[in-house]
């Protein structure tokens, strides 16, 4: 079984920054992709960044220019720098680890989500 661990959520005030960490544990070969998404109150769940286990990175278009995200493959563990914060971007993020091997030859790759932490903008 493979979990997945987020922390780095609070409140904070418009202007400032966060940065949310997510690392994978259990099981684990390889992991193709590592992102965050959020969901606020009564809207759907979003992407917010991506990164491939190459280094391929993709961005809401809200977020572009404001938000880093960063991989450590070696640690399982996906960092996602939030600066100029908004209070739009108040919302629960998640991590998710999309095709997760567990050994080499592992044709049934699995898709994980964490639960969630907390990010607050307001002033």
């Not at 992102?35 to 960044?49: M, N």
């Not at 049934?108 to 639960?115: E, H, N, V």
């Amino acid at each position: 079984q493979v979990q997945l661990v987020e922390s780095g959520g609070g409140l904070v005030q418009p202007g400032g920054s966060l940065r949310l960490s997510c690392a994978a544990s259990g099981t684990i070969f390889s992991i193709n992709t590592m992102g965050w998404y959020r969901q606020a109150p009564g809207k759907q769940r979003e992407l917010v960044a991506a990164v491939t286990s190459d280094g391929s990175t993709n961005y809401a278009d809200s977020v572009k220019g404001r938000f880093t995200i960063s991989r450590d493959n070696a640690k399982n563990t996906v960092y996602l720098q939030m600066n100029s914060l908004k209070p739009e971007d108040t919302a629960v993020y998640l991590c998710n680890a999309h095709g997760v091997k567990r050994f080499w030859r592992d044709y049934a790759p699995d898709d994980y989500w964490g639960q969630g932490t907390q990010v607050a903008v307001s002033s």
